[in-house]
DNA sequence: CACTTCTGTTACAGCGTGTTACGTTGACAT
DNA sequence: ATGTCAACGTAACACGCTGTAACAGAAGTG
């Protein structure tokens, strides 16, 4: 990972200076600049990991750049400004800002920020959207995670429906721990229409007999797919998990 | 683009209610949530795309989540809390929060920081897609997205109709997201006239039903474009892009 | 024009899922 | 023990969602 580098965009050289001096302190490469046409130059030049754009700048209008260069680049972007309401906060956000910073701020609290939005940043960018894929094995069974069936211990392919396949994941998210049949309803809403999560009824415990009547060998003595009277169910058998 | 699904955790009812209101007024589809497990539970089951996170939980606490989150998932992390000192804040960026909002907030600021975190994490993660993209392979199967044709595993060439091809890029698009009828018809109505996306009736439907007959091994069991009963469908496999 | 190919509509069957009803079980008080 | 009552299991049912065959235009092609 090679050093961030930061534009500073300030007209006031006091603060454009304090800026870069403390950036710098902290093992950023930090470029000062006080016009669009500065911006554009290094934009052009080399890489720009962000840019910290004052909203106030002499004649020019920090959200108006800031406008003009999202609808060209993608480079992160935090307004820093005096101005400090709500609605000229929202303004900066409006045109595609990742932050607003009000001015006086923090040093500390600033350099965080900045650093919250470089993580976010690299880290989206590295990892277009892995698809977390786990194996889990129970008790004999082998569940793929990703497909709506599973290997049951004699080596026959079990199918389950798309509910019962959610049901099975939010139990083994969380292993030997109760969970209460509003908590299940939640985790599986999909909608999250809260009218609907009462209007529930007896659905979860037709889900939990499905899932058990296709996997516990004797399903009317439970041994993973437990009952915790009073308080919902519990997935107790050893769960072990790859990848 | 499917609608943005958000995992709002506070234990506060009212609050929680207020938020998701809020957000469920604005286009997203709010979850609410209560606990790690609830989070964990809903992250294993389904896509999150951001999840508002209050700091003050009861026993449980929001930064400390918040960092053994972020050890495992790169889902975007906004802490809420009426703690607003800034040591206080600079803890929840250290443990890897995107932002920090202080309680009481603005709503429409609240929405306009949600909007921002989200538009840099979609903005990074879409890069690949938004350079021309030319090849995708997913299953053995190629497809030059320049041509309605396909090549097969075994190296057969299978030819796409049109629309086959253009619903085909809708969801190599979209990888591992469902995908409501709705959102595929808008995406596939290149005039933008709104009445037509409701005359639809089954088009889709049929359409989905003719692509898979053409890629999927067994049309009757898909297991790359497949069904998410109530909501609409998924292209769920692992895809990769090249230039 | 005839012919082919693509695409949307309709109708029907099958399946997944929630609801209801009723029987059983377990906890607790007497 | 025994009765009481709430919690739980599950069979039966109802309903909506989806897959798909069959058909009908629409659009291209010669």
Redesign the pocket.
Known sequence: MSIPRLLVVDDDPEMRSMMTQLLRQNSFIALPASSEREIRAHLSNGRIDLILLDVMLGDENGIDICARLRREQDVPIILVSALSADHQRMAGYEVGADDYIAKPFNPQLMLARVRAVMQRARRSSSLAYRRRTRTFRFDGWVFDGKRDDLHSPEGYLV?L????TALLKVLLANPHIPLT?DEIVTA?DVTGDSDKSE?????I??????L??KIETN??D?QMLR??????YIFAADISVEE
């Open positions: 199918a429906s798309q509910r019962e049949r599986l209007a529930q009824g007896r659905a415990d037709m889900l939990v007999g499905r058990r009547s399903p009317k439970p009952t915790e009277r009073g308080v919902g």
